[in-house]
Protein backbone atom coordinates (compact mmCIF):
# COMPACT_ATOMS: atom_id res chain seq x y z
CA UNK A 1 0.00 0.00 0.00
CA UNK A 2 1.43 3.47 -1.06
CA UNK A 3 1.47 5.83 1.98
CA UNK A 4 0.69 9.63 1.21
CA UNK A 5 2.18 11.90 3.83
CA UNK A 6 1.14 15.95 3.26
CA UNK A 7 3.19 18.61 5.00
CA UNK A 8 3.78 22.30 5.03
CA UNK A 9 0.53 23.77 5.76
CA UNK A 10 -0.56 26.56 8.13
CA UNK A 11 -1.75 29.96 8.73
CA UNK A 12 -0.95 32.94 6.92
CA UNK A 13 -2.04 36.04 5.83
CA UNK A 14 -3.95 36.78 2.33
CA UNK A 15 -1.12 37.50 -0.09
CA UNK A 16 1.07 35.01 1.47
CA UNK A 17 2.84 31.49 0.63
CA UNK A 18 3.19 28.11 1.48
CA UNK A 19 4.66 25.21 -0.05
CA UNK A 20 2.64 21.98 0.91
CA UNK A 21 4.96 17.98 -0.04
CA UNK A 22 3.71 14.89 -0.75
CA UNK A 23 5.94 12.22 0.41
CA UNK A 24 6.20 8.61 -0.37
CA UNK A 25 8.96 7.12 1.10
CA UNK A 26 9.83 4.20 -0.91
CA UNK A 27 8.01 4.85 -3.92
CA UNK A 28 8.65 6.64 -7.12
CA UNK A 29 6.06 9.41 -8.28
CA UNK A 30 7.44 9.47 -11.88
CA UNK A 31 5.99 6.21 -12.47
CA UNK A 32 2.22 7.62 -11.02
CA UNK A 33 -0.13 10.28 -11.67
CA UNK A 34 -0.31 12.40 -8.50
CA UNK A 35 -2.87 14.79 -7.71
CA UNK A 36 -3.40 17.63 -5.46
CA UNK A 37 -7.08 18.07 -3.98
CA UNK A 38 -8.78 20.46 -1.54
CA UNK A 39 -11.93 20.49 0.34
CA UNK A 40 -13.66 22.83 1.75
CA UNK A 41 -15.93 22.37 4.99
CA UNK A 42 -19.36 20.75 3.87
CA UNK A 43 -18.29 20.50 0.28
CA UNK A 44 -16.70 17.74 -1.73
CA UNK A 45 -13.41 17.62 -2.94
CA UNK A 46 -11.91 19.32 -5.93
CA UNK A 47 -8.87 19.33 -7.99
CA UNK A 48 -6.15 21.35 -7.82
CA UNK A 49 -3.17 19.86 -9.70
CA UNK A 50 -2.21 17.06 -11.21
CA UNK A 51 1.15 15.70 -12.38
CA UNK A 52 2.61 12.94 -13.90
CA UNK A 53 6.40 11.84 -14.89
CA UNK A 54 7.81 14.69 -13.20
CA UNK A 55 7.46 17.10 -15.86
CA UNK A 56 3.85 16.98 -17.19
CA UNK A 57 1.73 19.15 -15.08
CA UNK A 58 -2.14 20.94 -15.29
CA UNK A 59 -3.61 23.05 -12.33
CA UNK A 60 -7.24 24.43 -12.72
CA UNK A 61 -8.24 27.70 -13.56
CA UNK A 62 -8.72 29.21 -10.10
CA UNK A 63 -5.32 28.46 -8.90
CA UNK A 64 -3.63 28.74 -12.15
CA UNK A 65 -0.39 31.52 -12.33
CA UNK A 66 -0.38 31.13 -8.25
CA UNK A 67 -0.36 27.41 -7.82
CA UNK A 68 2.43 25.30 -8.87
CA UNK A 69 2.69 21.62 -9.31
CA UNK A 70 6.40 19.65 -9.56
CA UNK A 71 8.34 16.58 -8.33
CA UNK A 72 11.29 16.72 -6.42
CA UNK A 73 14.56 15.67 -7.60
CA UNK A 74 14.31 12.14 -5.13
CA UNK A 75 11.40 11.34 -7.05
CA UNK A 76 9.04 10.18 -3.85
CA UNK A 77 8.06 13.91 -2.94
CA UNK A 78 5.95 16.16 -5.05
CA UNK A 79 5.04 19.99 -4.24
CA UNK A 80 3.10 22.02 -4.35
CA UNK A 81 3.81 25.50 -4.27
CA UNK A 82 1.11 28.32 -3.12
CA UNK A 83 1.59 31.85 -3.97
CA UNK A 84 -0.93 34.62 -3.63
CA UNK A 85 -3.20 32.96 -1.13
CA UNK A 86 -6.76 34.26 -0.83
CA UNK A 87 -9.03 33.71 1.92
CA UNK A 88 -10.99 31.36 -0.75
CA UNK A 89 -8.13 29.36 -0.41
CA UNK A 90 -8.68 28.04 2.47
CA UNK A 91 -9.07 24.57 2.96
CA UNK A 92 -8.09 20.92 3.64
CA UNK A 93 -5.29 20.21 0.87
CA UNK A 94 -5.10 15.98 0.28
CA UNK A 95 -2.47 14.68 -2.21
CA UNK A 96 -3.39 11.41 -4.09
CA UNK A 97 -2.08 9.13 -6.27
CA UNK A 98 -3.19 7.08 -9.10
CA UNK A 99 -1.91 3.55 -10.73
CA UNK A 100 -3.76 5.11 -13.92
CA UNK A 101 -2.07 7.29 -16.19
CA UNK A 102 -3.92 7.67 -19.18
CA UNK A 103 -6.05 10.29 -18.31
CA UNK A 104 -4.11 11.99 -15.93
CA UNK A 105 -3.67 15.01 -17.41
CA UNK A 106 -7.27 15.52 -18.97
CA UNK A 107 -10.52 15.49 -16.58
CA UNK A 108 -10.30 11.72 -15.16
CA UNK A 109 -7.48 12.96 -13.35
CA UNK A 110 -9.95 15.95 -11.76
CA UNK A 111 -11.91 12.84 -10.01
CA UNK A 112 -11.51 11.87 -6.83
CA UNK A 113 -12.54 8.26 -7.84
CA UNK A 114 -9.68 8.67 -10.07
CA UNK A 115 -6.93 7.81 -7.09
CA UNK A 116 -6.11 4.95 -5.84
CA UNK A 117 -4.35 6.34 -2.91
CA UNK A 118 -4.86 9.12 -0.61
CA UNK A 119 -2.52 10.98 2.26
CA UNK A 120 -4.95 12.39 5.30
CA UNK A 121 -4.74 15.81 4.39
CA UNK A 122 -3.12 19.64 5.30
CA UNK A 123 -4.92 22.34 6.51
CA UNK A 124 -3.94 25.92 4.95
CA UNK A 125 -6.13 28.76 6.45
CA UNK A 126 -5.56 32.09 5.06
CA UNK A 127 -7.02 34.97 6.36
Known amino acids: HVQLVESGGGSVQAGGSLRLSCAAPGYRYDTYCMGWFRQFPGKEREAVAT???????QTVDSVKGRFTVSQGKDKNIVYLEMTGLKPEDSAMYYCAASKRVVGCQVAAGRDPGFYDYWGQGTQVTVS
Open 51 to 57: IFAGRTQ
